[in-house]
């Protein structure tokens, strides 16, 4: 195992049975199409075991290919099977999350995942939504575009994390289209485009190597000036933050501002002294205190996950192999995170159900992308936390569950063109799952002076 120093440096600078169907039809309306003046050809999903829904397309290849989602019915009776088989391991001997996931949690979601949850239902919920695929600098990028019946919406392009995917961002659309059925008015509206990042998801798989942050955020550049936008703002949260930043830090001029909520603000030193567990500089603050206590514990307990994926991404076969094994993998993400999700799996009521969590966990299962999507933490160069200077607007919400929620000190120093900072009253690390409300009003607030 790499030492934390190593891991820091690399995180921060560095089967199932498929079937597979296709159905090609022809199709000459969309949305999009229609705006961009482009007569597409439709084309199904292939079967969502396959990572590359289009058909295939030369590199000159523009066109933006509507999309429907559809699993086959092998496909989910092989799911049901391997979860009931199952190989249980003994319970943890200590009475916490301390030892990683718990196995009461983790029979209590396998017993409702192989008995009672129903993909088709999120598989119908995202065929309501308009997705397509088009290829960019070689790869098929899957991507849900919503524009919103408002005149002067503003575009908005808006990418999931890990271990999320666009299922985070679902409930997040129609308060961002259509505002005044939410509380907000016409002048809040948005155009939303939500990508699913290479090797997550719907989208492509790379096969060779260089999809790192930097790559992405040229291609999602490049997305949304082919549907047709000559301006826009970029969200994000986890990984979809960092290729938000990083947008903010190449600038292109089509790029109004950003707004994250996983913002990028410890200092270095802050930085070096929280990774060797040295106790709190003198002189902080209560929130800068209260940040730096997460940082020291998230470095104590929490990069498991990261240390794995940043070093040896392909290793996880047999997480990609078992169903139960990948939801434990996916669910030990951050303790928040867990606690949330384990007191659901408990009967709780609270920011996610039972099913969003297994929608999540499903998608990453059929589509067969553990591996694809755990290698940007191989690719990825940049540290995780520091400040990377970018010069654009931006815009920041401090959930107070989120793995660090940064202060306002530290935030106004790593963005000197900050035009919003509030710390949300609740609120974790899957800040649009769990209180979608809450966060379209915040991007309504963070963006108004940008309108």
């Known amino acids: 195992m790499k030492p934390l120093k190593q891991l820091t440096r690399h995180v921060t600078v560095r089967s199932g049975i498929i079937v597979t169907a296709a159905i090609i039809v022809l199709a000459f309306s969309s949305t999009s199409a229609r705006r961009l003046g482009v007569a597409a050809m439709a084309a199904t999903a292939i079967g969502i075991a396959s990572s590359t829904p289009a058909a295939a397309a030369d590199s000159t290849d523009t066109a933006i290919r509507p999309f429907k989602v559809k699993a086959s019915d092998a496909d989910l009776a092989e799911l049901r099977r391997r979860i009931v088989a199952t190989k249980w391991p003994e319970p943890e001997p200590v009475p916490d999350a301390s030892q990683g996931v718990q196995l009461a949690t983790m029979q209590k979601l396998a017993q409702y995942w192989a008995a009672d949850y129903d993909w088709r239902k999120l598989e119908g919920r995202l065929n309501t939504f308009p997705q397509f695929t088009t290829k960019i600098d070689g790869l098929d990028i899957h991507f849900i575009h919503v524009r919103s019946k408002h005149p002067n919406a503003m575009p908005l392009i808006i990418t999931h994390g890990w271990p999320g995917s666009i299922v985070e961002l679902l409930k997040i659309i129609d308060p961002l289209t259509n505002p005044t059925a939410h509380g907000g008015s016409a ?79 410890v200092p270095p030193d802050i930085d070096r002294a929280a990774q060797t567990g040295a106790p709190a500089p003198a002189g902080l603050s209560p929130d800068e205190k209260q940040a730096y206590d997460q ?93 990377k200077h970018v010069g654009i607007p931006v815009a920041v919400s401090a959930f107070p569950d989120e793995v660090v929620q940064t202060p306002r000190s530290w935030t106004e120093k790593a963005y000197p063109k900050l035009i919003y900072y509030n710390r949300v009253e609740k609120g974790g690390h899957f800040a649009a799952w769990e209180q979608p409300r809450l966060f379209a009003k915040e991007l309504r607030a963070a963006f108004k002076s940008l309108r």
């Open 295 to 387: 940082l020291d514990f998230f470095y104590k307990h929490g990069v498991g996950y990261a240390q794995e994926m940043s070093s040896r991404p392909q290793t996880l076969y047999g997480i990609a192999d078992s169903p139960v094994g990948l939801a434990a993998w996916l669910l030990d993400h951050d303790a928040g995170s867990y606690a949330l999700i384990s007191r659901v799996f408990d009967g709780h009521t609270e920011g996610l159900t039972r099913d969003d969590v297994l929608d999540n966990v499903t998608l990453y299962w059929l589509t067969n992308t553990t591996v694809s999507s755990a290698r940007i933490y191989w690719e990825n160069k940049f540290a995780f936390f520091a400040p």
């Open 187 to 265: 002048a809040d509206a948005f155009d939303v485009v939500i990508p699913s990042l290479p090797g997550f998801g719907f989208s492509g798989k790379p096969t060779t190597t260089g999809w790192d942050p930097q790559r992405i955020a040229r291609a999602w550049v490049g997305l949304m000036k082919r549907l047709g936008y000559p301006r826009f703002a970029a969200q994000g949260g986890d990984w979809g933050a960092m290729v938000a930043d990083v947008m903010g830090t190449q600038a292109p001029p089509e790029l109004v501002g950003i707004h994250v909520t996983w913002p990028f603000t």
